[in-house]
């Protein structure tokens, strides 16, 4: 129905029997489309619609995706970013000095003098090694000894002096001793002055020992603590050996120890204690052959071996 507007009732029809009203009517039915296709107009809507929802659905997607990814980011670095100012604030890790060692050794047939750095005086018999620190700490003196030495130890209450031997420790303030400690299987102690306690290391056995005791060691245990005159132990400070009833074999083994020789017996060594002073000549040859004379056995050598008979 085509309706048109007046002052009165603001929409009134037009009448089909007025000329006027019939023209008007033809003429707006002229500018109206011939064929208007509802259906399509709504399908096209719909698609249109549609297409229009899936664009904001992507776009919202989207922008979810974009916070997810700034979510994993946030915890990735913000992490990492802890982890530096952690590192940051640590304490800086300063590697413990390992304090400088001198190590001395005295070739065969050879007597070396050394000064530690507390004014205590080493003599290092012929095949010794003695290893002490560049400087002592603050509360003990330690040394490492093989071999033979006579020490002349400077006073210290304060801070003991420790000598560390084959299984076996002596320690002492201020004194004169020897010690002899080439192998594991027999070492001495003699005590010139002063005192000293000598520690066992397989059991912690401690000896305190007064001038002019004699301790001996076998395999790391205490053998025996007898008297005697502490000096005699030292008399190879003026390349001596001093004899004073000792037996073969404590005085072969002695020098076997002095100039790098090895000991083969015929027969179980014999008895015999032997008395005088044997001079320590930088070749053994004339040592043995004094002692061949003095104890009545055949003693010869060969490519550093020392071969007893009788």
């Not at 001093?242 to 015929?266: P, S």
Request: a positive charge; hydrophobic letters at 40%; one cysteine or more.
């Amino acid at each position: 129905m085509i309706i048109e507007m007046n002052n009165e009732n603001f929409f009134t029809p037009l009448s089909d029997t007025n000329e006027e009203d019939i023209k008007l009517k033809n003429y707006l039915l002229k500018c109206l489309p011939k064929d208007v296709d509802t259906d399509q107009i709504k399908l096209s809507t719909f698609h249109k619609i549609k297409k229009e929802r899936q664009v904001s659905r992507m776009h919202k997607a989207f922008i979810a995706l974009l916070a997810v990814a700034a979510s994993v980011c946030f915890f990735i670095f913000l992490p990492r970013e802890q982890t530096v100012a952690t590192d940051a604030v640590k304490p800086k890790v300063v590697a413990k000095q390992v304090p400088a060692y001198h190590v001395v050794t005295v070739p065969t047939a050879q007597i070396k003098k050394v000064m530690l750095p507390d004014g205590t005086q080493v003599m290092l018999n012929s095949r010794s090694q003695l290893r002490y620190p560049e400087k002592f700490d603050s509360r003990t003196r330690e040394v490492y000894l093989q071999g033979e030495a006579y020490l002349e130890v400077a006073h210290n209450k304060e801070k003991p002096f420790i000598v560390h031997a084959n299984n076996f420790n002596i320690q002492v303030l201020g004194t004169k001793f020897n010690v002899n400690s080439y192998n594991r299987e027999s070492a001495f102690v003699a005590l010139v002055d002063g005192s000293v306690q000598v520690t066992t290391a397989k059991n912690q056995n401690k000896v305190m020992m007064k001038p002019n005791n004699l301790l001996r060691l076998r395999d790391g245990n205490i053998d025996e603590l007898v008297h005697t005159q502490a000096t005699d132990y030292i008399s190879w400070l003026d390349k001596k050996l001093k004899l004073n009833g000792d037996k073969i074999d404590r005085i072969m083994t002695n020098l076997a120890n002095y100039y790098d020789l090895e000991i083969v017996y015929k027969k179980p060594a014999p008895q015999i204690g032997l008395y005088g002073k044997l001079e320590l000549k930088a070749e053994p040859h004339k040592v043995l052959e004094a002692i061949s004379q003095l104890s009545g056995l055949s003693i010869t050598m060969e490519n550093k071996k020392i071969y007893i008979t009788y």
